[in-house]
């Protein structure tokens, strides 16, 4: 079983999903950062100087050593402009793997050697 076990944890397609998992990880913090302190700011702004990662909805009240129940669509519209701006990235990566693709696709293949000898052989044959 360990063996089975190495041959699949080493296989080229798992390496390149761990690679990708970590890259992914790390876009993210990236795009959480951007949308948190660049977009969300001059948006704030825009809208009488509201600071959205504060917004939130107190449902009820703290007392007695208990936190307050809050509903935070604030950070929950931040999460929101990150998935977007993650999966639009995502989009234009694909979109691009996509369009290589189809150039590779659509070359022509040139023929072998054999296949252009055995064209030549069948027309000689014809021939005669």
Not at 25 to 30: E, S, T
Not at 68 to 82: E, P, Q, R, W
Request: hydrophobic share 50%; glycine share 8%; charged share 25%.
């Amino acid at each position: 079983m360990l063996k089975e076990f190495k041959k699949f944890a080493l296989k080229g397609n798992v390496m390149d999903m761990a690679v990708g998992i970590i890259i992914g990880a790390a876009f993210g913090k990236i795009v959480s950062s951007f949308v948190a302190d660049i977009i969300m700011p001059p948006i704030g702004i825009l809208l009488g100087g509201v600071d959205f990662s504060n917004l939130s909805i107190t449902l009820k009240e703290a007392s007695e050593g208990v936190e307050a129940v809050t509903l935070k669509y604030g950070l929950f519209i931040n999460t929101i402009i990150d998935f977007v701006i993650i999966a639009f990235a995502i989009f234009i990566v694909i979109k691009q793997i996509n369009k290589l693709k189809k150039k590779e696709e659509a070359k022509p293949t040139q023929p072998t050697e054999d296949i252009l000898l055995l064209r030549e052989i069948r027309d000689s044959l014809k021939k005669e």
